[in-house]
């Protein structure tokens, strides 16, 4: 047995880096450990040992530690269980992430999530554009994301808007008219009854949106941190007075134009007859309160998003990639933590690994169910 018990030692270490690895090429012509591995061997049993240094029986001993290695490596297959031989320690609660956890896929358990959300006291939703995909809102980014012959990241900046303030309104008023005939899908309501039902308990939802729609405010939701601003807000460029504004269309001389299709002549409006301040005295020209490309985000905004993603105790990831803004800088200073975090997405990413839970497929069905009323729910 004293091979085996010598390769627990040196096997314990390199099982999470055997991990990700497929169990075939463990399996193949390459040794499944290394030649510091084999002198950790020739180590322990003693360097004076003349044995050990006969090549030949060096290697059938080693082809007899690879089938006890692969023999051990197959009772390994539950995490929990892994976890335990890594460590010596219990296993973590359900969600949480030790060292060897954070290498192993996420759980798409909807009874171990419901488990984790029954005890949540303080629950931060980071929501990204593909919450409102599903309501057919466009993002005019990616493949067949344009607005005329340009894509958002041409026209949502302030080089664009001094170059051009007509086209930039067009293309917002454009969007403003058109989340008139959108409405919030599930997801958004699933999120919004979830809000409304555990404040009864005394329990808190925030939402820290990277969408600028309000679909979330139109489902209900009221602690909402809007991070890139809103489609319904304007800033004047004078007085910089930001205010709510729900008129259609927002401007006399933008009513009919704003069109998508290529061919579409601009409007070339005169900067007088765009959206100007109603601040007395002011009439300075507004620009959608929104934060465009190569712009910061709003600090005292993100000063609240700070503090809710200091105390909440899950982290809910939903319709936006965890690679990219603004998941990217929020989730995985969540899951550091040791907080549980559930992505809800229509695909994995490279950062889904450092989560915990991991649901697939669209947010307004996987939500819904994750977010229903728990058993334990007494009001
Ligand atoms: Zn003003």
């Known amino acids: 047995m004293a091979p085996t018990l010598t390769f627990m030692t040196v096997g314990c270490a390199r099982v999470a880096h055997l991990l990700p690895v497929d169990v075939a090429s463990a399996t193949g012509d390459q040794a499944p450990f290394s030649r510091q591995s084999q002198a950790l061997l020739y180590r322990h ?19 007899l530690v690879s089938k006890i290695f692969l023999m051990i490596l197959l009772q390994f297959t539950s995490r929990r269980l892994l ?19 954070e290498m192993a896929r996420p759980s798409s358990s909807m009874a171990d999530f419901r488990e984790v959300f029954a005890k949540a006291k303080h629950i931060a939703v980071i929501t990204g554009a593909g919450v409102s995909a599903e309501s057919g809102v466009p993002t005019f980014r990616g493949a067949g994301g344009y607005w005329r012959k ?20 067009e293309f917002y008023h454009y969007r403003r008219e058109l989340m008139l005939s959108k409405s919030p899908n599930a997801a958004h309501v699933a999120i919004a009854d979830c809000e409304a039902r555990l404040s009864k308990q005394g329990r808190k939802v925030v939402v820290v949106t990277q969408n600028i729609d309000e679909l ?45 299709d290529p061919d579409t002549q601009d409007a070339c409006l005169p900067v007088g007859d765009l959206p100007r301040c109603e601040k007395q005295g002011c009439s300075g020209l507004l620009r959608p309160h929104v934060v465009w490309f190569g712009e910061t985000l ?17 982290c809910l990831v939903v319709g936006t990639s965890s690679v990219v803004y603004p998941a990217a800088m929020f989730a995985p ?21 450092s989560f915990s839970f991991h649901f697939q497929g669209p947010c307004g069905t996987t939500l819904s169910e994750a977010l229903a009323r728990h058993e334990s729910e007494i009001i």
């Open 45 to 63: 049993r003693g360097k004076t040992s003349r044995l050990w240094q006969d090549k030949q029986v060096f290697s059938s001993v080693q082809n």
């Open 150 to 169: 340009w894509q958002a990241q041409q026209l949502a900046t302030p080089e664009a808007f001094s170059r051009n303030p007509s086209r930039v309104w």
């Open 83 to 101: 976890y335990q031989a890594c460590s010596s320690l219990k296993p973590p609660p359900i969600g949480i992430q030790g060292p060897c956890w």
């Open 298 to 314: 709003d600090s005292n905004v993100l000063t609240e998003v700070e503090k809710e993603l200091d105390v909440c105790d899950l």
């Open 333 to 353: 200073q969540v899951a550091a933590r040791g907080v549980p975090v559930a992505e809800f997405n229509m695909e994995t990413t490279p950062a889904t690994t």
């Open 216 to 260: 979330h405010r139109r489902a209900g939701s009221k602690d909402l941190l809007e991070i890139h601003g809103s489609l319904f807000k304007t800033r004047c460029t004078n007085c910089g007075n930001v205010a709510e504004n729900y008129k259609s269309p927002i401007c006399k001389a933008l009513e009919g134009k704003g069109a998508p």
